[in-house]
């Protein structure tokens, strides 16, 4: 017989609930089996920590006096978005200092970016806000130049379009010339390669279907309570899976939400990319209900069963079954090579396995302690239907 959310969150409320990391329920389910290991599991909490460029700061810093409708504004020379109310404003992470050396001269050092200000912010720093207004009558003030803190705005939310992806191209360069990418810096003729996910831990592989996880779940979200606000941009359900559901390629993804007040630089680091830019890592963690056996199955997918497609980035990474090199499971990546075209090639991971189990570990006694229940989604994350998968427009510059 199956379990509620509803349930489980009144044995969390009661001390009963038996909650488990990812990587302990693997063992359960190997000394247990699947259909003992679903009555005795509650919860399992997934966790992945790794760039994710697709995310923003949105904040209010108040208003000064006289007032001012801010029209453009810098935060430590990172411009700001600001065409909203009066001192409503939003910072994106891949932004670039205007006094960035790469900015300004195109060196490829990239050293500071919306990823920084936001991990100034939440660290506690005060940052320099220059902005300036055309002025009204009601907003007379047309410049302004001050120091603020995360402390001292009205609010400040962390809001991501797209994070925690479902699964990842594993990155190659097949061509003659190094080349900087967002995946990092891949040397010719496939001499080494990137990853980009937590294999086995990461969300969205524990939950191929999203059957728990939709739109209202609350997540732990870079040390904050957050929500799911969202399939995320780029959200994709035509994809090969593997019998256990796992896509082997890009799939789903999520738009998320927290409090930014609520946040830790031990979960949230901006990340520079040589001749690429800069990104922010963030730290994500999803508890999974194990409602049922087939709950229970989803959770005991293993790096070996998680299967990625290698993907040439020196052709503009072409996706699909028909432009994979290849595939390779986590388990391989993560060994430190993977054996391509006859040659063992070295392999490194964009993303944090030990934060990511740092992360399954603290989600965990959160809800032990009773600090942090379930929530049942008030709306299903598609998972079929041409209306949500990703499309490429294929442009072309008009001049």
Known sequence: MGKTIKQINAKIKNGKAVVVTKEEMLD??????LKKAAQHVDVVTTGTFGPMCSSMAVFNIGHSKPKIKIQKA????VECYCGLAAVDMLIGATQISDKDP???????EFRYGGAHVIEDLVSGKSLRLRAESYGTDCYPLRKLTTLIKLKDLNEAWMINPRNCYQNYNVAVNMSERTI???MGVLRPYAANAYYCSAGQLSPLLNDPYFRTIGVGTRIFLAGAVGYVISQGTQHTTDVKRTKTGVPESPAGTLAVKGDLKEMSTRWLRAASFRGYGVSLSVGIGVPIPILDE???????VKDEEIFA???DY???YPEGKSNSLGRVNYKELRSGKIMFNGNAVPTAGLSSYYKASEICAVLKERIKKGGFFLTEPVQSIPTKGSGVN???LHMRPIE
Do not use: H, P, Q, R
């Open 28 to 33: 359960i389910v190997a000394k247990k089996g």
């Open 74 to 77: 810098w935060l430590n020379d």
């Open 390 to 392: 990703f499309k490429t």
């Open 314 to 316: 020196g052709k503009d």
């Open 309 to 311: 497609n290698i993907a």
């Open 294 to 300: 087939e709950m229970a199955k989803f959770v005991s």
């Open 102 to 108: 790469a900015n300004s001269y195109g060196c490829g």
């Open 180 to 182: 900087s990418t967002y």
